[in-house]
């Protein structure tokens, strides 16, 4: 039985993260399981390479849960480990790199493009980004 609390007549309920990793399969591909205050909570796989980016208006926040993640930035890398985060300051370029099969966090304000101001093949719009 799972506990979903009234509030203001919308219903809450404890989210196992886990429990959505194994809800898909795709890679580089965010799914989104929250929204507070204006900030999208969303999860993601990912393997090698995304682009290079970057987000003129928003700082986006990454924690790892599994695996390795490098965001190359231009001024060198920051390599992520599992229990590990980072923010990358709005309007800096990066291009996030994972090891196989890497689970990773990301808090963004609900604003954030996928690719930022790039839009490529990779490219997932916001209406595509399912809530799971």
């Known amino acids: ?15 196992n993260i886990s429990d959505k990793f194994n809800l898909f399969t795709q ?6 399981l929250a ?7 969303k999860i993601a796989k990912g393997s090698g390479e995304l682009v290079w980016h970057k987000h003129d208006n928003e700082d986006e926040l990454f924690i790892v849960f599994k695996g390795q993640l490098t965001l190359q930035l231009r ?3 920051v390599v992520l480990n599992e229990g590990e985060m980072y923010v990358v300051p ?16 990301m808090i963004e304000p609900s604003s954030t493009a996928h690719t930022g101001d790039l839009d490529s093949e990779v490219t997932v719009s916001f209406e595509e980004q399912d809530w799971i």
Do not use: R, Y
């Open 1 to 15: 039985m799972q506990l979903v609390i009234l509030f203001k007549g919308i219903g809450v309920k404890k989210i």
């Open 27 to 32: 890679e580089w591909t965010p799914k989104v």
């Open 35 to 41: 929204e507070s205050n204006g900030q999208l909570v």
């Open 75 to 77: 001024g060198g890398d």
């Open 90 to 105: 709005k309007g800096v370029e990066h291009c996030p790199k994972a090891l196989p099969d890497t689970h990773f966090m």
